[in-house]
């Protein structure tokens, strides 16, 4: 079965500070993608990054990057100098293209950022 | 720019009615995607379709059904809505690529059943 997990109901985090927000993952397919979304008050579903099973290195987005540890299964997001605007519910998500491309969501983080 | 629109943003209804909650995509996209999302439970797949016509359930099928009739349509229907049924619902699409595609997603729409 494919699981994924966000032990971080809620976090805050200083202005202009680094955050981590934690994303562990369990699948017994070799094939798989993981992304990150944020969903700010407004409600809408924003894309943030994406790491493929298979990619080498970590992902980078401008301010986001994806602490990618397959041994660990973990896929953490990073945001590099937090701003106000970065307060929202973030959610981790796995997906398989071989069903589908069906997305599997963790219960998401919900990040503070204090000015 | 590429959207994923949402008939209605906020919908309330009563117990035991019919309620269509409609999505349309403009991105020429094959799989079309039902969720529903509660606090605490992050986002739960209904049901997702790949084609026109086409349907698969997801993990949380029961009380709903799914129509697409044309593939840039996917509606959502509660054949008698419950309290239970109350909930953020989000319509999303995305490209049957090779490789794994991101999902876009509607703004969505809260449901409230009384």
């Known amino acids: 079965a494919q699981k994924i997990t966000q032990t971080q109901p809620g976090m805050f985090v200083q202005e202009k500070e680094a955050v981590t927000l934690d994303c562990t993952y369990d699948?017994?397919?070799?094939?798989?993608?993981l992304f990150w979304y944020k969903q700010p008050s407004s409600g809408e579903m924003i894309f943030l990054i994406y790491q493929g099973s298979y990619d080498q290195q970590n992902a980078t987005e401008g301010r986001y990057s994806l602490n990618f540890q397959k041994a660990r299964k973990s896929a953490n997001l990073v945001i590099s100098a937090s701003q106000l605007g970065d307060s929202a519910m973030y959610f981790c998500?796995?997906?398989?293209?071989?069903?589908?491309?069906?997305?599997?969501f963790g219960t998401g983080t919900s990040l503070t950022v204090i000015p | 720019d590429v959207k994923v629109t949402q008939s209605s943003r906020y919908l309330v209804k009563r117990t035991g009615e019919k309620v269509f909650l409609e999505c349309v995509q403009d991105m020429d996209h094959e799989n079309m995607f039902w969720y529903r999302q509660d606090p605490g439970l992050g986002l739960r797949l209904i049901y997702f379709s790949y084609d026109v016509k086409m349907k698969e359930k997801g993990d949380i099928p029961e009380g709903y059904s799914v129509s697409r009739e044309k593939k840039e349509r996917f509606s959502l229907i509660l054949e008698s809505a419950s309290t239970n049924q109350t909930s953020m619902y989000l319509c999303?699409?995305?490209?049957?690529?090779?490789?794994?595609?991101?999902?876009?997603f509607g703004s969505g729409t809260q449901l409230s059943v009384l």
């Open positions: 999303a699409s995305s490209l049957l690529g090779s490789s794994w595609e991101k999902l876009f």
């Open positions: 699948t017994s397919d070799p094939s798989y993608g």
């Open positions: 998500a796995m997906s398989f293209p071989n069903t589908g491309n069906q997305f599997y």
